[in-house]
């Protein structure tokens, strides 16, 4: 299979395999095979080996960079981010492992211990969005925990995450990290009801962690789920809209062109505030540059592959047979090319109702529907009318009525004057309802991969 670059679709980054199920169960059958001497290393050694790995995936981060570029569309500073955001992990797992690694006495009448072993194979399937980072929040503690992993990359973007995977073999023993290429109709099912697979973190669509779900319960695997969102963004009447959050709320909305699961999808404003928060998104819209990843000036790239690009042009088309305003803002770094990717201008539609497409879908491109309100009840009604729950945020310039309509907000994590990303990689809230299942918070993320036994005298 061709992957392509979606700044230039005529152009071939590279070309992977389409395993079939026999290839996989391969990978498997090794996988299986390495567990049994993989899980009986120290938390010592597996730790070493981490950051060793971690230190050859640092002197390749340039090469990385211009690669995940090429085949995923985002900008230099956001990719180089992402990949330095994942070596980062690597390093933090190493120094938990051997504190969390230690049994815990729960019990001291009849002592009782909590113990720690490995799960067995465990399966990664990632996506093409953020396909690196959203892969070693994964496989990175499964390994640490001394579990084999088997990583199965997004088709549209594998090659950043094969070429990690590259680099990182030689300082693990054989078999115990592997990727398998191909469609998810027959790689990714293949993984998820294989009895020998004892755990499975996925993320991507709520329709397809479904089928994974089904699938897996066969053996009742361990499940780990971020599955899609439609997050809402609340702007009460004494929010502050000064340039410093409107840079906060334009990054939350347009990061990676959108394709951001924790992105702003929706936003509800107070009535009052509704006219001065479109003139200046508006205007902060307009200063975003949109081109080639590669090229230093550009400030966000092109969607990804055409399904996602004739998904979200579709949107705005129907927003505007519908009679609704989509104002279109942003500059394009170089006209002359620009029907060569799959490049979008960044847009705000006005008059959305809460049935439409726009509002109901997870959009997953750079536009966002602004909706007025006149009551908070009425906003956090609205918020709340979703089957997803992933995130949210309230924009207002009191912390405490913030955290009060967060407790009412039906969302995984709730952000106060920002939106989407913790700064620290020791926690993740999947979300609620059909975004997600379990949590990560340092240990948490490393017990997830493990079985945790009692032990007693």
């Known amino acids: 299979m061709n992957v392509i670059n979606p700044a230039r679709c005529s152009e071939v980054v590279g070309q992977v395999l389409l395993c079939s199920e026999a290839d996989v169960e391969k990978a498997i059958d090794s996988a299986q095979a390495a567990f049994k001497t993989w899980s009986v290393t120290t938390a010592e050694e597996r730790a070493s080996r981490l950051r060793d790995a971690a230190r ?35 390093e933090i797992v190493a120094a938990d492992l051997p504190e969390w690694s230690k049994p815990v006495l729960i019990e001291k009448k009849q002592p009782v211990w909590a113990r720690k072993r490995p799960r067995g ?11 690196v980072l959203l892969s070693f929040k994964r496989l990175v503690p499964a390994l640490a925990t001394g579990n084999t992993v088997v990583v199965k990359p997004a088709s549209y973007c594998p090659l950043t995450v094969m070429e990690c995977a590259r680099i990182m073999r030689p300082h693990f023993p054989p078999s115990v990290l592997s990727v398998v290429t191909g469609h998810g109709s027959v790689v990714g099912e293949t993984l998820a009801k294989d009895q020998r697979v004892r ?87 307009d200063r975003i540059v949109v081109g080639d990843g590669l090229m230093p000036e ?32 942003g500059r394009k770094l170089a006209p002359e090319t620009w029907e060569q990717g799959f490049f979008m201008l960044p847009s705000i539609v006005l008059g959305a109702g809460d049935k439409d497409d726009i509002v109901r879908c997870e959009q997953f491109g750079p536009l966002v529907p ?85 032990f007693a005298e």
């Not at 640092?58 to 090469?63: E, H, I, S, T, Y």
């Not at 995130?391 to 009525?401: I, N, Q």
């Not at 004057?417 to 020791?426: A, K, Y």
């Open 56 to 90: 050859s995936l640092r002197a390749a981060l340039p090469d990385l960079t211009t690669l995940f570029v090429r085949e995923n569309g985002k900008p230099l500073r956001e990719a180089e981010r992402d990949i330095q955001r994942s070596i980062e992990l690597m």
């Open 121 to 131: 194979v465990t399966a990664v399937i990632s996506p093409w969005n953020s396909p």
């Open 199 to 285: 755990a499975i973190a996925f993320t991507g669509s709520t329709e397809t962690g479904r089928r994974i779900l089904e699938l897996a319960a066969g053996s009742v695997k361990k499940v780990f789920m971020e599955l899609g969102g439609n997050d809402p963004a609340l702007v009460l009447g004494d929010a502050i809209l000064d340039e410093q959050a409107i840079n906060r709320m334009t990054n939350s909305i347009l990061r990676a062109a959108g394709q951001v699961c924790i992105a702003i999808k929706r936003i509800y404003v107070h009535e009052s505030r509704s006219q001065e928060l479109v003139e200046k998104l508006e205007r902060s819209f």
């Open 298 to 329: 550009t400030t966000m790239g092109p969607l990804n592959n055409k399904s996602q690009f004739d998904f979200v042009t579709g949107l705005l088309e129907q927003c505007r047979r519908k009679g609704l305003t989509v104002i279109t803002r």
């Open 370 to 454: 602004i909706m007025p309100f006149k009551e908070e009840h009425e906003a956090i009604a609205r918020a709340n009318d979703s089957e997803y729950g992933l995130r949210a945020s309230v924009w207002t310039a009191r912390s405490e009525r913030a955290q009060e309509l967060a407790d009412r907000l039906e969302a995984g994590a709730v952000f106060h004057n920002n939106h989407g990303i913790f700064q620290d990689l020791h926690i993740e809230f999947p979300g609620i309802k059909q975004s997600g299942l379990s949590r990560e918070s340092r240990y948490a993320a490393l017990d997830h991969y493990a079985d945790i036994y009692g």
